[in-house]
């Protein structure tokens, strides 16, 4: 098995802290634009993609800020991690992504990330 690597993605949002929190940390936001569908009991949430589920568990959560997920299915070592970013001087809003991927699926997993970012700037009317 490859090693996974860690990569980082910043974006740019325009919305609030408060209501782009409740998009990455609920599953009721995070169906309306990162799965299908996402079902949660307590720390662990559901992802549906097309029938097929993965399931995560949230080891991390700063209310307002940041919420870490580890997949179930994997290695110990890897998660992801969505965390609101707001510049001290412009207040500007940005979403840092922390994920992993093994080396020859790079470019896959960040247009990915791309694809699904795109999703949620509409979903906040911030495109």
Do not use: C
Request: hydrophobic residues 40%; aromatic residues 12%.
């Amino acid at each position: 098995m490859q090693d996974k690597i860690k990569y980082e993605m910043e974006f740019p949002i325009h919305s609030s802290p408060q209501l782009l929190y409740q998009y990455i940390s609920t599953p009721s936001g995070l169906s309306e634009w990162f799965a299908d569908n996402v079902n949660s009991r307590g720390e662990l949430f559901t992802f549906i993609w097309d029938g097929s589920e993965e399931r995560a568990k949230v080891v991390r959560k700063k209310s307002g800020e940041l919420i870490k997920f580890r997949w179930e299915e994997g290695q110990d070592d890897t998660f992801f991690e969505m965390k609101i970013v707001v510049d001290e001087i412009t207040k500007d809003v940005s979403l840092l992504v922390t994920d992993f991927t093994e080396e020859d699926e790079m470019d896959e997993a960040k247009m990915l990330w791309e694809n699904q970012v795109a999703d949620l700037k509409q979903v906040l009317g911030s495109a």
